[in-house]
């Protein structure tokens, strides 16, 4: 199964500043073909909406479906990571990838909860077990932000 990479820069809108879009993407014989960067375009609001909201089911609700690909059995959710301007790019650059794969896999505990009917509250503590790391499917830089889409199966994770 051939691994696929491109690289693409396109100027970002709002500040004029070119956004570095990285897609990965795997090849299958029959595969289902997924724009993630419109599926990124599409998380990112209802995550938002979920945080603004955090007691509406209804955004949870609009959230998980959006995010789960019940065919696969698969989540996908957007974390993101800001850049630390007071240490050097290397550095920022790494911490930005923790921080937004951190976030993305705390959706993901999130939207299996809410799958299940749990709907927890998003400023709820909630602790879990993922079995598997994820598949970084898109990176996007936007100014100093990362966003990274993963795509984590929904079985292995065990809420705490």
């Given at each position: 199964?051939?691994?696929?990479?491109?690289?693409?820069?396109?100027?970002?809108?709002?500040?004029?500043?070119?956004?570095?879009?990285?897609?990965?993407?795997?090849?299958?014989?029959?595969?289902?073909?997924?724009?993630?960067?419109?599926?990124?375009?599409?998380?990112?609001?209802?995550?938002?909406?979920?945080?603004?909201?955090?007691d509406d089911p209804n955004?949870?609700?609009?959230?998980?479906?959006?995010?789960?690909?019940?065919?696969?059995?698969?989540?996908?959710?957007?974390?993101?990571?800001?850049?630390?301007?007071?240490?050097p790019p290397a550095v920022?650059?790494?911490?930005?990838?923790?921080?937004?794969?951190?976030?993305?896999?705390?959706?993901?505990?999130?939207?299996?909860?809410?799958?299940?009917?749990?709907?927890?509250?998003?400023?709820?503590?909630?602790?879990?077990?993922?079995?598997?790391?994820?598949?970084?499917?898109?990176?996007?830089?936007?100014?100093?932000?990362?966003?990274?889409?993963?795509?984590?199966?929904?079985?292995?994770?065990?809420?705490?």
């Amino acid at each position: 199964m051939p691994l696929i990479s491109c690289r693409k820069e396109t100027k970002s809108a709002a500040a004029g500043q070119p956004a570095v879009l990285r897609e990965i993407s795997r090849e299958k014989k029959g595969e289902k073909a997924i724009n993630y960067d419109s599926l990124l375009q599409i998380l990112l609001p209802l995550q938002k909406s979920v945080t603004q909201a955090p007691d509406d089911p209804n955004a949870m609700k609009n959230l998980c479906a959006a995010a789960f690909d019940a065919e696969e059995r698969i989540f996908y959710c957007v974390g993101t990571g800001a850049a630390n301007p007071t240490l050097p790019p290397a550095v920022q650059e790494q911490g930005m990838k923790r921080a937004a794969r951190l976030t993305g896999k705390r959706w993901a505990l999130y939207l299996n909860e809410w799958r299940r009917g749990n709907y927890v509250n998003i400023t709820s503590p909630l602790s879990g077990k993922l079995s598997s790391v994820g598949e970084v499917v898109l990176e996007k830089v936007k100014g100093d932000t990362l966003y990274l889409l993963i795509s984590l199966p929904a079985e292995g994770m065990n809420i705490l």
